[in-house]
């Protein structure tokens, strides 16, 4: 493993992977991997990587993070030129009007566009206090007919879309910048935190698995728990800030304030006695943290917890400003200190503790 931490999440945010075209992100795992861990990818596009020479019959940690992100897909080419699109993920229309975006061609190539709606000159009065739907809104590359897009540029229905945007670091605040911190913040912390407990003398056997298709309902963890069987599972997320929509004295996902512990979301109460362990864990180490309480959301956690007998699972989140947007801003602290929380627990943790659980 050659790459520093920073260099790693800016390959990981700047990858092209909507949900089921994950094949970059798995990329830049592989190369930052190397031969140092033991990987291997199911059909679904599930990497699993291993680290070597473990001690069989040890209770089996799950790391997870998720590989997609939030995205669209080319529907229709139409006569014009212009492309209707279909959202990948959660996304709110008003966020897209005007942005850009990248679509890969069919020769893997991406192709710049911008998302495009009726200019404001031909909208009646009522058109223009009304929110634009996506399904009024289009993907335009500059053509001008159908030909163009489908012989020229080589777009296909089916193309998959992302942000066009291209991570940027802040050394002044040490505030990273850029597309899908969630959840390749995640997939860094599965990855790093395996790299620093290479050698270590634990008492379990870890499993990461960089997992597919969160986005479109945790499909890829699924699949990946019922195949890594674990004892337990640590979900690593990129989840929502909400320090500058909430009252100081009440946000639970401030940036820089420290990686969150998800108590509650829709998908899973947390298991209560693996979190208090996690939490006297952190206050030991002094790591500083952030209780999250969610009232909606949910994590691949969801599908973990309810895998095969049942599995004790926390997740800890690094929050990101606008998360599901084009700009995701994240504190660098907060990563780092998410991977010494991790490793702090793996080396603490033992099958009593996790018999207990
Ligand atoms: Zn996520």
């Known amino acids: 493993m050659k790459t520093d931490s920073l260099k790693l999440i800016q390959d990981l945010s700047n ?16 190369k930052y991997i190397g031969d140092s861990l033991d990987v291997k990818e199911d059909t679904l596009r599930n990497l699993y990587c291993t680290p070597k020479n473990q001690i069989e019959n040890k209770p ?6 998720h590989t997609d992100e939030v995205g669209f897909m080319i529907q229709t080419i139409k006569n014009d030129g212009t492309m209707k699109f279909i959202p990948i993920g959660s996304w709110f229309a008003q966020n897209l009007g005007s942005q850009r975006v990248r679509i890969r061609n069919s020769d893997g190539d991406y192709i710049k566009g911008v998302v495009a709606s009726k200019p404001p000159h031909f909208m009646n009065p009522s058109e223009r206090n009304t929110v634009i739907e996506i399904t009024g809104m289009v993907i335009d590359v500059g053509a001008v007919s159908k030909e163009e897009v489908t012989q020229k540029f080589k777009i296909e229905p089916g193309a998959p879309v992302v942000p066009e945007v291209t991570f ?15 959840d390749r913040l995640g997939c ?11 050698g270590s003398d634990l008492n379990v056997k870890l499993v990461g ?25 640590i979900v690593f997320e990129g989840t929502p800030s909400d320090d500058n929509f909430t009252d100081a004295s009440i946000a639970q996902g ?28 952190a206050k030991k180490e002094n790591i500083k943290f952030q209780d999250a309480v969610r009232e909606n959301g949910g994590t691949n956690a969801g599908n973990i917890h309810l895998s095969n007998t049942g599995v004790p699972t926390i997740v800890i989140g ?19 200190e998410a991977v010494r929380w991790a490793v702090a627990i ?12």
């Open 15 to 30: 990858a092209n992977g909507i949900s089921g075209f994950e094949d970059e992100v798995l990329e830049v795992a592989r």
């Open 60 to 65: 089996v940690v799950m790391l997870d993070g």
């Open 168 to 182: 940027e670091f802040n050394p002044m605040n040490k505030v990273m910048i850029g597309k899908a911190f969630d």
């Open 188 to 198: 860094a912390c599965v990855l790093d935190t395996l790299t620093q407990l290479q």
């Open 209 to 233: 698995s960089l997992s597919s298709q969160e986005e479109v309902g945790l499909r890829g963890a699924k699949v990946a728990a019922q195949t890594i069987r674990p004892d337990i599972a």
């Open 254 to 281: 401030a940036m820089g304030k420290g990686p969150q512990i998800r108590h509650r979301d829709s998908s899973m109460v947390g298991n209560p006695r693996f979190i208090k362990f996690a939490r006297d864990i």
């Open 318 to 336: 690094i929050p990101v400003r606008y998360a599901h947007t084009h700009y995701c801003y994240s504190s660098y602290n907060d990563y780092t």
């Open 346 to 357: 793996l080396k603490n943790i033992d099958k009593d503790i996790i018999a207990e659980f």
